[in-house]
Structures are given as structure tokens and as C-alpha cells.
């Protein structure tokens, strides 16, 4: 956020006509309403817009394990024949490194020599970023069936076919076996325009799978996270994580769910699955690559566990058709928060984590109410008596209503427009407090793509401030989706958070509006009254009760500035210089794109009037957190 007097000077310029009639915000100081829930922000992800595979996730090679979505096959690998060279690649269904990985690359050579090789290329995710100076590490599995020579490695720009990195590995054995190496770049210019190239200078046959490439990630973790990204997310201060979804839990089908004991231990152990969004995954984010995640941003583990609905309708019984879905739940949930003296914890600490992980929160399934067999009461009790006798300090949340037994929490899905957030910012005012807790697990103002634009921005602010003035009932709360790869076919489902392509990415209007709700939370409720004739003008106020600051948050969704007379009653001493941070658009179609990613970002002024009673004016289309000292 920068230091400005930009929005000061444009109040100053506005003809008294483009001001509505002023507002009137009453907060009573003196007696907090209730508790703000600690855990309130979050993340919701899944597999989806190429969220992890050609996003978060670092690997840079596309189709490393040679699988077209449900069968074996070459999308993304591109024959290489090099001067003279004669040569064929195929998959081959027959052999593979392991059990999980049971196919293969061929690579046949019939004519190949020192200046005339032969092999194959990569494409990448939408091209295979490089930049200066930079180490990349990457492995594949490999065997032989004579003598190939060795095997050249090199990154290639695709515009001047100059090798940019170049690595040799020694001829091939004819076993299957593990090759790892670095490529490191030199003074280049940072681009995507690359594809990675495997060859040989020999003829004869070798097979090849799980080819990896990785640049640097996130805290240099070995098969780790994008930094970009991974700094973009901490910014948005989440205080917790829930995966692995979404639909991407449940699978279009019971087979194709995310079936979490098949994404753990080494890669090549690991099968991939096929995703509900038309694409499939490499599971190189398995189970122990999401809690790593929430380590490495200091959030709680939300864990959605598979309850036996996938998304064509297949459902599984409760019962003893059930049974053996209840045993995968709890056996997951000691691999997450169980000693190493326990079967799945030892299994953790087998890959390389032995301390357990904090749970808190466990949700059963995922949007239930698809489910047209009327079978999630039955499943979730049977969930619900199993995970309570084993871990009876969990918290269990139902994905909706449920009456045989009472949850702990409710998730509720919110996907609309700005004006119908506008219309319902009272919408949990009036819940009975004696009910369940409510987790808002999935919600977005869907205007403008890939990402949100400004109107969207000022939809889900003013949705935030009805969260935020009933934290005590609502425990979290997510955006989604997350993420989106703005490439040509990189996404399924608009309005997304944060975009990016291969070497860069941005966030959203949105994204902004929800770092700035985050970071600037109270720890108590106050009550507040707003009384305005401007029907989008949207408030919520916390206290910090540790720095004694009154943090009052104003969402201004007219096209005209207003003014709004705030009275601080019960306030002893107001400091008169406080904080503003201002997130604002000319136009709610306004908005950040790929190459033009800071159109819209927050702007941070100082007001010099803050007394018990003052005047202060919101510009039009603007979202503004006011950060008062108090006594």
C-alpha cells in the first residue's frame, strides 16, 4: 500500500452535487456486542483453473507422467528429430517405474549421431518460464535397452532455438532408475517463450517417465509452491486453509475422488487422478503438500474429508457400504494429528514430517445438496459418531443442514451478483445464536474475468461487513475460486482472486479488498448504527482491544462521494490523526489484468480530524478502513 493525498485532493475538486446527503454512523465504544472469530479469513482451494498443476504448484513440464486425462498418451510432448536423425516416440502401456506409474515414454532412435540427435520436448504450462542467473532442478526415471550415450538436457528458446541451460546425464541403465541434475541460465532476459528438450546422439530405445523441471520455490521446499504466488497469499493474512475442496474432493466420480492415501510418499508412488475440471492431476499437492502449505503461511488446516457423494451422482449408503469411507477419514486424520507411534503417523514421518500437525476442524463432504438420494443425513451421523468417539475436541461441519445429529458447524455457498450481496448484508443478523456455527466456505461476487473488476470488489466488501458484524456466529469465512491461469483454456469458472500467466501474477480488485479486510480486524464487535438515505453504503466496526484502535470499515458502492458523520459515544480521548486506506475505482468495470496488474490497489492517507464526533467523507466507488485510536 502507498502513502497518498490523491483521494484528499479528488474530495476537494467534487462539486458539493456529486456528495450525497450525509450519513450518520453511531458506535457505542463502551460495550463490545461479541468476540470477533479469531479465525474468520481464510483460503478455500481445489484443483481447479489450473490452480496447482500450471499455477501455485512449481512444477514447469505439462504431462510429466505421459497421461492424456484418462488414458496414457503424449499431449504436450512434441517429437525432436535434429539434422539426419530418424526417430519415434509412443506411449507404451507395458512398462514403468513403478506400480503406480506402470506406463511410459518410448523413445525409439534408428538414426542418430553427434550432430544429428533425436528426442522429445516439453511445451510447459503455456511456455516454461526462465530467468537470469537461475537454477533449475530437475529428475527423470529412465531405463534402456542398449547403449544411447548420454542424454542432453537443455532449455531452448522457442524464438532463436539458443540453449539457454544445458545438462548431460550419463548413458541410460537398463533398469528403471532415477536421474536428477541442474540446469542453470545465464544472462538472460526473463521470458516463457521456452520448452525443455530431452536427446540422444545415438540410435537404440529407452523409456522415460515422470520428467520433472523445477525453478526455485517458496522457502527453496523441495517439490514446492510458486514464490509469487506463495507472497501473495501470505499478504492476505489467512488464518486458515480448507482442501482439498470444492468438487475436486468429490470427484465426477467415486473412483476419480481425491483419494488422499494415493497422494502421499514419492512421486512416483503417486498414480495422478483424473479431475473434475476437464483436466487431469498430477497430485504432486497431495495431502502432506497442503498441511506443508499451511505451515509455511501460519494457518489452521480446514480438512474435508470424502463422504461418498461425487458429483455424476454416485453415492455410497450409509452403513456398511459406508464403513470402509468412515475408516479412510479417520486413518487421514491421524496421518494429519497422530504420534509417530501410530500407523499413520509413523507414514508421516516416513515422508518426512514427523510432527503432527494442529487440527481443529474437519468438514464432511462437500455440497451435499446435489445429492439427489437424500442420503447425506444418514452419511454425515455416521461420520459424525465415528470421527467424535475418536477425536471428541474436533469440530465437525456439515456441508448442510442436517437434523439426526447437531453439527458443530454449517457451511453455507454464496455465489452472485454485487446487487444481490447489497440486498442481503443483513442476511445473519437475526440467526438464533443457539444453532450451529456457520462457515461461509465458498462465496464470490461474480462480475468481470478471469479475475473480479471493481464492482465486484465493492460487492464482496459490503458481503464482508455483514461477516464481519456477525463473527461471533460466523467462525470463517473463503473466497472462491482462489485462482485462475489466464492463458487461452486455462479457465473453467470466472471471477476469480488472483491471475497469472507462466512468468507473472496479479490480484484483483477483489483480492485487495480482502488483504485489507484481513489485516485490519478488531478482536471485539462494537455495535454500530448506520442511518443513510444512499442504499449502498455498507459499515462494520471492530475494536482492537490490544492497541485500543476502533477500526471502522465503509463500503461506498454510489457513483456520487459521501459523507458520513461518525460519533464515537463512550469514547473518553480520540486521537485526531488516524489512518485511512482507501481501495477505489473510476468505474465498477475498472479493474487489474496481466498486464496492467496495478491499476486498482490500496492507497494509504492520514486524517488529521478524528475526535469523538467528526466528519469524514467516503469518494464514490470506494471501499475505506478508518483506523481510530481511542481511550
Known sequence: ???????????????????????????????????????LYGLMTEEINYSYDGGLYAELLNNRTFENNRYPGLAHWTLVQNGDARATITPDKTTGPSEALAHSLKLTVTEADAHSSAGFLNDGYWGIPLRANTVYHSSFYAKSDGNLGPVTIRLVNDNTGAAEATATVAALTSDWKQYSFTLKTGAIAASSTNHFEITVAHPGTAWFSLVSLFPPTYRNTPNGNRIDIMEKLAAMHPAFLRFPGGNYLEGDTIAERFDWKKTIGPLVDRPTHMS????????????????????????QPLLAVYAGYSLRGEHVNPGADLEPYVQDALDEIEYVTGPTSSRWGAERAKDGH???????YVEIGNED???????????????????????????????MPVKSVKPDVVDDHFYRSAQQFFEDVHHYDAIDRNGPKIFVGEWATREGGPTTNFGAALGDAAWMTGMERNSDLIVMASYAPLFVNVNPGGMQWSSDLIGYDALHSYGSPSYYAQSMFAEHLGDEILNAKLDASNPRLFQSVTYDSKRHHVIIKLVNASSAAQAVTIKLDGAKHVQPKATVVTLAGKSTQETNSITDPTRVTPVTTAITNAAATFTHTVPRYAIQVLDLTVE
Open 1 to 39: 500500500m502507498r502513502l497518498s493525498s490523491l483521494a484528499t485532493l479528488l474530495l476537494a475538486a467534487m462539486p458539493a452535487a456529486l456528495i450525497a446527503q450525509t450519513a450518520t454512523l453511531t458506535i457505542d465504544t463502551s460495550t463490545p456486542k461479541a468476540h470477533v472469530s479469531p479465525s
Open 354 to 360: 514427523p510432527a503432527p500437525f494442529h487440527l481443529s
Open 369 to 399: 445438496w446435489f445429492d439427489r438420494s437424500g442420503s447425506y443425513e444418514g452419511r454425515y451421523a455416521q461420520f459424525s459418531k465415528a470421527i467424535k468417539a475418536q477425536y471428541p475436541q474436533l469440530q465437525l461441519i456439515a456441508t
Open 276 to 299: 473434475p475440471w476437464r483436466y487431469r492431476s498430477t497430485d504432486g499437492m497431495g495431502l502432506l503438500e497442503f498441511l506443508e502449505w499451511c505451515e509455511d503461511l501460519h494457518m
